[in-house]
């Protein structure tokens, strides 16, 4: 399986005035999604920063599809998008847990750096887990409709 | 002048412990640049919402060059970048006030609905508005160096 | 049992650059774990609102004695700590889940409204389950070092 | 003048499903506010922490009187309440910039930090400046109504 999945709930400080979560908290929720990702593989990014290897986002997007409310919970899907020498890409889904609707499809860009701020090259145990996991695209199995069984 | 340039201050709760203003603070720093952009056309969007007409963020998208830290002034410079019938898309540039360092930039497109989550048309006033002030590019007067005067 | 708990892990985006989850994020944390507490009790706060019935919250307090980590994962325990006729005070204490370290203690107040944002009674049923409820301070059960078993 | 005053709007991302200023962002407005008072007398905290002098919050509380909106302007005033050797306290009233209606009131105390999490001693500098600027209560000519002139 190259893809790891959370399941969040939507808090209502999340909310905006327009009754649904506000469009910058998606970021949060995929940056818990590839926190779980790298944590299920054995690279915990809070060990990886101890060892001096950071990896800020250099990159975002989202489209977001159906609004996601107050108290409902999501399904955050993460698979690694992309990998070269100094960078990794990621891509998310969310997912309204009840029934499976994608609420919004996300990728992150993160540049490896070291404690100073300089670009450097991705180690080299992460750079092949990483590249041994890249799927270029969704298997239905993790992203498809739920509660069918 | 088809720009707005607001001004603001990163905030120690909007740094992460990398030492930098968190990602995901960028989109609220763009939300408020729009919001001015629009206030300063007689195009509040308070007021918008009031009458029953919401832009949901559809769609989002970041590039990220260089961090910003905290208790630095930055400057949002925002742009209409494109208008349809029933969505808008607005650009920004984020500066470093001191000199002018471009920081970030960043695009969203925002689709027009009612009250009842269903989209619609753009109100005539408003797309007129937003059409007349479409720039296609950054003018350098706008987003150039800083403090050369 | 008069308490409910939910376990967290504190995301990146919520830690400062003093390496730690920033002050702020703890009110949403007590805030998902009053929502937890009232869903189990069948009186969703998601449900209250949609028939008109708002608690906004009218005061906070929060004493903060151990940082909490990013990637840490976090229990929320929330009890009712006093009810009125137009008010309802809760009490959290948040642990360290791996050994029960008591992080922090926060007590909010809620005031009763209507939508138009006028103070009301609390709803009979819903005082009624929050009286039976009220408990004056911890159980050591319910808040005691973890990891025992 | 022993008080600082800050100007915000507040902003989209702010509010939450209630139509108001979430109550969480109040204490991110009161540390603009801080971190405004301490610049303004030379006692940046960026340099502080800079020096490795850290002043974590430890305790927080606030009364929440009327609602924060989007888009309105408020003013944040902020004082110091108290000081002793290995911690400060400051006290802040939130404002409607448009009338003087009081919306909050806050406390936070800070205590004084190393670089390793271990309490210490204030700076001698930094201490005097902020016990010669301790305020018991409010000003009315910092916190009455505005717009009188």
Known sequence: MNTSTIRLRVRYGETDQMGRAHHAH????????????????GASYADLESEGIYLPVSRVSVDYREPARY????????????????????????????????????????????????????????????????????DEADVGPRGEG
Do not use: H, N, Q
Request: net charge positive.
């Open 71 to 138: 108290e409902e919970e999501i399904d955050v899907v993460t698979r690694v998008s992309g990998v070269r020498s100094r960078s990794v890409s990621f891509a998310y889904r969310v997912l309204r847990a009840s029934d499976g609707t994608a609420l919004a499809d996300a990728t992150t860009e993160l540049v490896c750096m070291d404690g100073r701020g300089k670009v450097r090259r991705l180690p080299g145990g992460l750079r092949s887990a990483l590249s041994k996991a890249v799927s270029e695209s969704w």
């Open 26 to 41: 998606y970021l949060l929720w995929c940056e818990e999604g590839r926190t779980a990702w790298m944590r299920e593989r």
